[in-house]
């Protein structure tokens, strides 16, 4: 069981910037495609970032194009996978997540991690 961990959140201005990292505590997601969500208050958790395996192909939601970065690193040593997010209004703000996830489809599977919060406010 692959537990994701989530970490890089806080409270920012707009027009700020935050890089989010998901951490897969040690176990390898270097096959598997993964996917970046976010959850508001009230509504339904979605997808804004995908990435594919190897890291050449991504997929944006239209909100976020332009501003966020999906990226990962598959060696050893870090085995991560960030979201860098720049020019950040108010509607970013959310419960970020991340998860493996079918890339064709952009279903996510396995275990959701904790998540971690983004607050853009002035």
């Known amino acids: 069981q692959v537990r994701l961990v989530e970490s890089g959140g806080g409270l920012v201005q707009p027009g700020g910037s935050l890089r989010l990292s998901c951490d897969p505590s040690?176990?390898?997601?270097?096959?598997?495609?993964m996917g970046w969500f976010r959850q508001a208050p009230g509504k339904e958790r979605d997808i804004v970032a995908a990435?594919?395996?190897?890291?050449?192909?991504?997929?944006?939601a239209d909100s976020v194009k332009g501003r966020f970065t999906i990226s990962r690193d598959n060696t050893m040593l870090k085995n991560m996978v960030y979201l860098q997010m720049d020019n950040l209004i108010p509607e970013d703000t959310a419960m970020y997540y991340c998860?493996?996830?079918?890339?064709?489809?952009?279903?996510?599977?396995?275990?959701w991690g904790q998540g971690t919060q983004v607050t853009v406010s002035s």
């Open positions: 998860s493996r996830i079918t890339y064709d489809d952009l279903r996510p599977f396995g275990a």
């Open positions: 040690g176990r390898s997601i270097s096959s598997s495609a």
């Open positions: 990435i594919d395996w190897s890291g050449q192909k991504t997929q944006y």
